[in-house]
């Protein structure tokens, strides 16, 4: 089955009751019994739920994994993951990542007892450097949020498959639709449902997928014990919104690579991160590794002034000024002040986000009128 025939079909069927083609929402707490113990799967929906059920099977078919779980949020999602390691161990991670990541990583399960430690991964063969008998995880970003490094999932996967060291992916910006970790020798894939997959910025949602028996049961374990689960509203609205991720993907991408060119050439501008570019670092690891190169963009202005980057951004008409990304409308966000700001502000420099860089979600709006948009605001 291929992708686009993925999103609309897998793991959904017609209501068995009414024949109804879209899944529908099981807005109920609790079901009936037929005595005690006996039910038709399901008992409770926080344990489960039918419309719950039908996105994970769903997204699970996307990544090409076998078991799907969905959660109230990313973060959420993080959450459990890392509830599964044990005082002591320790999580290798990208040094730029979402700032959402980096403020539960440190200012939650570190007092737990958890290490983490934060490095550069564009370049694999450095990693082996960083790796200790603790190592139990390594958390990837790619793109990272917001520089767009890219990390060569393969070589990072390699580097530890005989090790006890498992590799988990944040695949939000690139979607399932342009890159599958699970295929590249990662253990599990993470999403921001919120984002892409969403798509219409009208649902807050987290997922896990991979293809770990017994990771995978303990994970449903801690989604039933800690409860933080989606309401079938919401697993409603996500499944809606993957129905056409192939089609709105593709116009993120073919809009961000002319929004990329515009901006590269402008003489107002200084850097632009985008993957696409030839001479963005791992630009061939990315044209391997992802069928496209995304919506996302970061850039920054000449003389780096963060006056003008904050003036500049109340000037756009289509580019809206918000946090998030991936809906169908253009955004953009100033990390350091927003996404980021839980990071401190001298390990954002390392990384290279620094406090004038603009990170840009390009929407599907017709390109003629977001390119106009970038031009009356830059001049």
């Not at 100033?334 to 004038?356: C, F, Q």
Request: proline content about 4%; charged content about 20%; glycine content about 8%.
């Amino acid at each position: 089955m291929k992708f686009a025939t993925k999103a609309i079909h897998a793991g959904i069927t017609p209501d068995p009751a009414t024949g109804a083609i879209m899944t529908p929402i099981y807005q109920t707490t609790t079901y009936v019994q037929q005595a005690p113990g006996e039910h038709k799967g399901y008992e409770y929906s926080r344990s489960q739920n039918p419309t719950r059920d039908a996105l994970q099977n769903n997204l699970a078919a996307l990544e090409n994994g076998k078991f799907g779980l969905a959660f109230a949020s990313g973060l959420a999602a993080t959450d459990a993951i890392l509830k599964t390691l044990k005082p002591g161990d320790e999580v290798l991670s990208t040094n730029d990542l979402y700032g959402g990541t980096y403020r539960i990583f440190t200012k939650l399960f570190e007092q737990y007892g958890l290490k983490f430690k934060f490095v550069t991964m564009t370049d694999a063969d450095t990693l082996e450097q960083h790796l200790s008998d603790q190592t139990r995880l390594i958390w990837i970003e790619t793109p990272t949020n917001p520089m767009m490094h890219i990390i060569d999932i393969k070589a990072v996967t390699d580097l530890v498959k005989q090790r006890d060291i498992k590799v988990a992916v944040d695949n939000t910006f690139a979607t399932p639709y342009l890159q599958l970790p699970l295929d590249l020798g990662a253990d599990l894939v993470m999403h921001s449902v919120t984002k892409y997959i969403g798509g219409h910025s009208d649902v807050i949602m987290g997922a896990l997928v991979l293809n770990d028996q017994e990771w995978a049961e303990d994970l449903q374990f801690i989604q039933n014990a800690s409860g933080a689960v989606p309401g079938p509203q919401d697993c409603f609205l996500a499944l809606r919104g993957i129905k056409t991720l192939h089609l709105r993907m593709q116009r993120h991408c073919e809009n961000a690579a002319s929004v990329a060119h515009f901006l590269k050439q402008h003489p107002k501008v200084d850097k632009v991160f985008w993957p696409g570019f030839e001479d963005h670092p791992n630009h061939q690891v990315a044209k391997n590794q992802m069928q496209d190169f995304g919506g996302m963009i970061s850039f920054t202005l000449k003389g780096d002034d963060i006056e003008e980057a904050k003036s500049l951004m109340t000037r756009f008409q289509y580019f809206q000024l918000a946090e998030s990304l991936g809906g169908v409308e253009s955004l953009c966000g100033h990390p350091a002040s927003m996404t980021h700001a839980s990071i401190p502000r001298e390990e954002r420099i390392k990384s290279g986000l620094v406090d004038s860089l603009i990170r840009m979600s390009v929407g599907i709006e017709d390109i003629e009128d977001l390119l106009e948009d970038l031009k009356q605001a830059l001049e």
